[in-house]
């Protein structure tokens, strides 16, 4: 068999699976519990802890910072002040809004590591990292796990420490890092707490919202360097954390794992920076026209009409015709059309774009509230050329019922 | 119209002419009937009875009580028997009285899930009971796919998605694998050589997280006919598996003709084509408005009957009475053409083969195969095509120039009496299983206690351990690699790493429309050659070979490509052999290079080759199984050695043409190579290797039967009707009789 297997081997293992070094035997005789000892040992941070469940054991590490340290040298709690101001602020339905009752305390800043990039039932977790901000200290606390026999005692402790009512703040967490948790917590519900439902705020999709025109691409790093100034050094890069982490898992060193660590703190403190950071510009309503602007359309896919009505009002400069007929539309949705219909007038007569609907709802506003039914009808007429094939029909019954309109009301003016 | 009048008066036609070499009758038989069973949900019954279902057949019950009775079934029936019922019937029931229950269907082909979906949504709509059945593919809305992990209770699906999509992913369907009561997989026959050794492991990977969910479920399989369903059911899915086969549908009389058109070029042994006489023999039914049914091999030929036969009934019915069935058509086509032969506006449907499996587009009248469809199986199938219960049908085989196609005119008997052919699988291929055992170990870490089919597999375990594939901690093996491994294992192409066909007609539309194995692509797409996919034939215009890409280009012409192989073979392990008088046969592993040297362009319709050319491409090696004959090496001084060469080549030609027919396997899943001296036993040897690495069971298969291929090729021979040798059987020589020769030869061997 053996002879076989190396036979056909070039068929078994592909490139995209290197081959590496045979491992070296681990010394067995060792018991557990020494092993987890002389791991711990051979790394020289004093920060990690040995945490047992039955006779698995995992590694916890904590650290604290004071809060100038992380808030580029300010004293103040500027996560707390943040989440006072949302409290105070008219926003509704907004996905980063804590509701009234949360504190900043509860929000917990998360990020994990894996064993490959693409989730699936294979795909182990193998460093949870989280940062909170309690009183005036910063604490990380990370768990990491010593070898996939030991998943139980991973999640035992990850769910017990961090209690049931959080909020998670995280980077792509809603469709990576927490389905990803979901999936391996299966293997190992029978033994560890519930995953609780906890409230998640997703800051990719908000920083895609808010940056995805000004930067190259929404990656953290590039977020770090350009939004927040944060200039990481010596950084392992996350890419190479699989294979750094199986490094780790064959020879037992835990310094492989060490520039993972790092890594991964950086990650989750970043986390808090950037939601304070887009937090802000969305309730200061942006700090130039096109983010207020990305900030109104925002607030319009949450439906707070009245939010993104404010922000379009901000926006005093001439500004694009989309914005200018999604701000007409608000007004309209508000019942306000003194201020809807010369916006509408004012896109269609630009003939850029959107020239089309604003055409249409101008028409509409003519008929419905000015019952200026010949001007609505010349509005129609010009607007056949621009018409889109899918259209024709309602554009033409439209046209057909206005004139009808004109010829009764002159009838009835005969 | 003229009514069944004029049928007979057509059919009695035909009989007499002298180009019908065959004609059987397959008598008609009554229905069976069977009662409903007393445990029958009484809605079921009702609504049963409100389609007009007022009893069961036979075959219908008999899997309806086994399933009951906890076994594992393979239902064996014929096209249009009401096979779906044998596994509706059972599920539904199931569902209808415990909500929990789940069920899993697999159909090899996404077009086939819609159909059965659309079928059981509307019964279910009319049963007016919550039942979620929901198809799992690639064009499944993201919206909806958590609805269905969650809530659906019939989940329909192909191999390839459970493989990559459903089983790497198995947490989010917790409630399917925890409650699957049944796996439903129709069309068994398809799944056979290296697609069904892959199904087979998939199915294994299935059962193994449906064991680690705490469910044990039931199989219900449905195959077309072919010699060995109870055996192919219970190696691909590892269970003890209960035969029914006693069809109780009615059939009407079926004529079945044999038509060899006439020959055209004597001493080239040339006949008319037969595209143009099916087209003839349609229009002689299409006339006379009778339902016609005709297959063609490619969609090339589909095209240019259809618009023959458009042409011929113009006048009478208009153009949109006959229509073309191509693969991938979209259930609305479908429908439309169904309708359309219900309500009698559609005359005539031409077809590819894709028509074949399994889809109902009604029955026809007149079935007019052009060419034999290459095994008895799916001849069945598409013979199945003709007939509506109760009503006489015909259906006529025009045989083309193949070899195979002039046996079939010459030994109808074969047809007719031999059993169908045997679908093998071997799902412990080494290579199939570590890719398997790989995705396994993905999805679930191995317990040293485990077993995954036959194998042992610790072993196995250890050797991906060493490689750093998998990681072995306190007794179990996990996965610790950063691939995703079912994205890196295809089920339907042979090996791993393929070469991309890549479609550039249109340069504004460049397209992937397919993917080869390494080895077929050296002799399928090298430079000029024509590659047929689904039956368009495209010319390959560059081969990137580092790249593993070939550029083709859609064209139009009468010949296709063959690849001339310098093939090496070693012998590595003898496993078994055993003489055969001052002969002997033997089987075991073998390392095969291939280099292709030159190809052929090789005319359609007779195989006449009309030019050729160099390929330029490295040696490849691959490590497989082969079967051999080895000659007495006095032979080799009898009539010379340049002689025996040549016989010796005859012979390989003759296997090619018979092995795919004999194993009921593609034309590329077995090569022929010979070696005059061959280097483990210095003697003249024949070789039949599997062309896939670590081999999939066909060269076994051909090692013990090898006296009957032998004795079969002696027949083949003996049929055709050249003098001295042609290409539909042994080639041809301008100085030898190469007929004579290997006719001798064989003998020679025969025991």
Redesign the interface.
């Known amino acids: 068999?053996?002879e076989?297997?190396n036979?056909?081997?070039k068929?078994?293992?592909?490139a995209?699976?290197?081959?590496?070094?045979?491992?070296q035997p681990v010394d067995v005789s060792l018991s557990i519990e020494k092993e987890a000892q002389t791991e711990q040992e051979k790394w020289s941070s004093s920060a990690m802890e040995i945490c047992w469940f039955e006779d698995m054991y995992i590694y916890k590490r904590k650290q604290t910072y004071s809060l100038p340290s992380i808030f580029n040298k300010k004293e103040t709690n500027e996560l707390k002040e943040i989440v006072n101001e949302w409290a105070a602020s008219t926003i509704t339905n907004h996905p980063l809004t804590p509701d009234g009752d949360t504190s900043e305390t509860d929000l917990l800043f998360f990020d994990t590591e894996t064993?490959?990039?693409?989730?699936?039932?294979?795909?182990?977790i193998f460093l949870l990292g989280a940062a909170e901000v309690k009183g005036d200290q910063v604490v990380v606390t990370q768990w990491l796990l010593p070898?996939?026999?030991h998943e139980v005692a991973f999640y035992y402790h990850f769910l017990t420490d961090i209690g049931t009512d959080r909020k998670l703040v995280t980077f792509n967490g809603k469709s990576f890092d927490w389905p990803q948790v979901?999936?391996?917590h299966?293997?190992v519900k029978d033994n560890v707490p519930k995953l609780p439902a906890f409230g998640h705020f997703d800051l990719l999709h908000a920083a895609r919202r808010l940056f995805k025109d000004r930067l190259p691409s929404c990656k953290l790093s590039v977020i770090e360097n350009d939004i927040l100034g944060v200039h990481r050094e010596d950084d392992v890069p996350g890419y190479l954390a699989?294979?750094l982490y199986?490094d780790y898992?064959?020879s037992g060193d835990l310094s492989y794992v060490e520039g993972i660590l790092e890594h991964n703190e950086q990650d989750v403190l970043s986390l808090i920076l950037l939601y304070i950071d887009i937090s802000r510009r969305v309730i200061t309503r942006g700090r130039d026209e096109t983010e207020t602007g990305a900030i109104a359309k925002w607030h319009e896919a949450n439906r707070d009409f009245r939010s993104a009505l404010s922000c379009y009002e901000k926006i005093t400069s001439p500004a694009t015709s989309e914005l200018m007929f999604r701000k007409a539309c608000l007004y309209k949705k508000c019942g306000n059309t003194e201020q809807a219909l010369p916006l509408f007038a004012e896109v269609y007569r630009r003939s850029e774009s959107y020239a089309y609907q604003a055409g249409i709802e101008y028409a509409k506003q003519l008929e419905h509230k000015v019952k200026d039914y010949i001007s609505a009808y010349n509005v129609c007429l010009h607007l056949k050329d621009s018409c889109p094939s899918a259209e024709w029909g309602e554009l033409d019954k439209r046209t057909k019922r206005l004139r009808e309109k004109i010829e009764k009301s002159e009838m009835n003016i005969s | 119209m003229f009514g069944k009048h004029s049928f007979e008066n057509l059919i009695n036609e035909l009989a007499a002419e002298p180009q019908v070499v065959h004609w059987e009758e397959v008598p008609s038989k009554e229905a069976v009937y069977a009662s409903f069973p007393a445990s029958l949900d009484a809605r079921l019954h009702a609504s049963l009875q409100t389609r007009g279902i007022s009893s069961l057949y036979t075959h219908q019950r008999d899997a309806y009580d086994f399933i009951q009775g906890g076994k594992n079934i393979v239902a064996v029936t014929p096209t249009a028997s009401g096979k779906t019922l044998c596994y509706n019937l059972p599920v539904v029931n199931d569902i209808v009285n415990d909500a929990s229950a789940r069920a899993l269907y697999l159909f090899p082909t996404k077009a086939l899930a819609q159909d059965q979906k659309n079928e059981l949504n509307e019964w279910i709509e009319q049963l007016n009971i919550p039942i979620n059945s929901y198809t799992y593919d690639g064009d499944t809305q993201p919206a909806i796919r958590q609805k269905i992990r969650k809530a659906g209770h019939i989940v329909i699906t192909n191999p390839d998605m459970l493989h990559s999509a459903i089983l790497p992913h198995h947490t989010k369907w917790v409630s399917l694998f925890e409650n699957l009561k049944y796996i439903v997989i129709d069309e068994l026959h398809t799944y056979r050589g290296v697609f069904g050794s892959h199904v087979a492991n998939v199915i294994r990977r299935l059962k193994r997280l449906a064991a680690y969910y705490g469910s044990d479920p039931q199989f219900i399989t449905t195959s077309a006919t072919i010699a060995n369903p109870k055996e192919l059911a219970e190696t691909l899915t590892g269970k003890e598996i209960t035969l029914v086969d006693n069809n109780g549908a009615p059939r009407g009389k079926k004529h079945f003709a044999i038509y060899n058109p006439p020959v055209v070029h004597s001493q080239m042994n040339i006949r008319r084509s037969a595209s143009k006489d099916s087209t003839y023999l349609a229009e002689r039914f299409l006339k006379e408005g009778i339902q016609t049914i005709v297959f063609a091999k490619s969609r090339v030929r589909v095209e240019v009957i259809l618009s023959h036969l458009q042409e011929l009934v113009k006048k009478e019915f208009g153009q949109k009475s006959i229509q073309a069935y191509r693969g991938g058509y979209l259930p609305g086509e479908r429908r439309n053409i169904e309708k359309g032969l219900r309500n009698g506006s559609v005359k005539g449907v031409v077809s590819t083969n894709a028509l074949e499996l399994g889809m109902d587009i009604g029955q026809l009248q007149v079935c007019v195969m052009t060419g034999y469809p290459g095994s008895i199986a799916s001849t069945w199938q598409q013979a199945g095509r003709a007939g509506r219960r109760n009503e006489e049908s015909l259906v006529v085989m025009v045989a083309g120039a193949a070899p195979i196609d002039q046996y079939m005119t010459q030994h109808p008997e074969y047809f007719f009496s031999a059993s169908p052919e045997h679908a093998r699988i071997h799902p412990d291929n080494l290579v199939i299983l570590v890719d398997h055992l790989k995705c396994a170990a993905y999805e679930l870490p191995f317990t040293e206690e485990e077993s995954f089919g036959e194998e042992e597999i610790s072993e196995i375990l250890d050797f991906l351990n060493e490689e750093g594939v998998l990681h072995k901690r306190a007794g179990k093996w996990y996965w610790m690699d950063q691939a995703f491994p079912a994205h890196n294992v295809s089920l339907r192409s042979a090996s791993q790493e393929n070469v991309v066909i890549v479609d550039q007609t249109v340069p504004a539309n460049v397209q992937i429309i397919g993917e080869m194995d390494r080895f077929s692509a050296m002799t399928l797409l090298h430079e000029e050659a024509i590659y047929l996919h689904q039956g368009t034939q495209f010319q390959v215009e560059e081969l990137d070979w580092e790249e593993k890409k070939a550029y083709v280009k859609e064209v139009d012409v009468e010949y296709f490509t063959d690849a001339n192989l310098n093939v090496r073979l070693y012998v590595l392990d003898i496993d078994q052999y055993r003489e055969m008088g001052k002969h002997a046969a033997g089987f075991g592993d073998v390392a095969v290079t291939i280099m292709p040297s030159l190809f052929k362009k090789l005319k359609l319709s007779t195989y006449e080759t009309i030019g050729s050319g160099p390929i330029h491409l490295p040696q490849e090696e691959i490590h497989t199984q082969a079967s051999w004959l080895e000659l007495d090496d006095e032979m080799l001084y009898t009539d010379g050695h340049d002689t025996f060469e040549k016989a010796l080549l005859g012979i390989s030609l003759l296997f090619e043409h018979l092995v795919p027919v004999f194993t009921l396997s593609d034309r590329s899943d077995v090569h022929v190579a010979y070696q005059v001296k061959a280097d483990h036993s210095e003697r003249p040897t024949i070789f039949l290797y599997d062309h896939y690495p670590g081999g999939i069971g066909l060269a076994k298969q051909l090692y013990a039967h090898i006296e009957e291929l032998i004795a079969e090729s002696i027949e083949l021979l003996h049929a055709c009707a050249c003098s001295r040798g042609c290409p539909s059987c042994v080639g041809y020589d301008e100085f030898e009789d190469m007929k004579g020769l290997v006719l001798k030869l064989l003998q020679s061997i025969r025991p």
């Not at chain 1, 068929?11 to 592909?14: A, D, L, V």
Request: proline content about 10%; charged content about 35%.
């Open positions: 068999m053996k076989k297997l036979r056909l081997k068929h078994m293992i592909r995209d699976e290197p081959a590496r070094e045979p491992e064993t490959g990039l693409q989730g699936g039932a294979g795909t182990t070898g996939p026999e979901k999936t391996r299966t293997f699989p294979m199986f898992l064959k």
